[in-house]
């Protein structure tokens, strides 16, 4: 999509920061937290008069939520398999082959150097 001049939204946003930088080189902090901006300004946060730093508590991330969940599900899903192979344990070992099984998965390993 292209803005004003003709220029795209990734040009606009590279030459604000290219200017950011020129005007004063010792913002490298300032010009890291604009690069994933969404066309916002870096907006300054003001020490409290009381001098203590201005602090808010971070997003929830939506990738955390999920790791939770995932792992509530793999949790229950590993008690039920310990009811479940109780008294049969011989029935979920999976590094013995009994012969009868109709489908197993072979994996032959080779450490160093195959030969071809």
């Given amino acids: ?27 490298s902090a300032e010009v ?10 870096l907006q300054e946060e003001k020490p409290k008069p009381d001098g203590k ?3 808010q508590p971070t997003p929830k991330s939506q990738v955390l939520d999920r790791v939770k969940g995932f792992l509530g599900v ?5 008690k039920n398999l310990q009811l479940t192979a109780e008294g049969k344990a011989e029935d979920y070992n ?3 082959l009994k012969g009868d099984e109709s489908e197993y998965i072979e994996m032959d390993l080779m450490l160093g150097v195959a030969d071809l």
């Fill in 74 to 78: 793999i949790s229950e899903a590993n």
């Fill in 32 to 41: 890291a937290f604009l690069i994933c901006g969404n066309g916002r300004k």
């Fill in 1 to 27: 999509k292209l803005g004003k001049g003709g220029e795209s939204r990734m040009e606009k946003r590279s030459r604000e920061l290219l200017e950011l930088e020129h005007k004063d080189p010792s913002s």
């Fill in 94 to 96: 999976i590094e013995v």
């Fill in 53 to 55: 730093p201005f602090t």
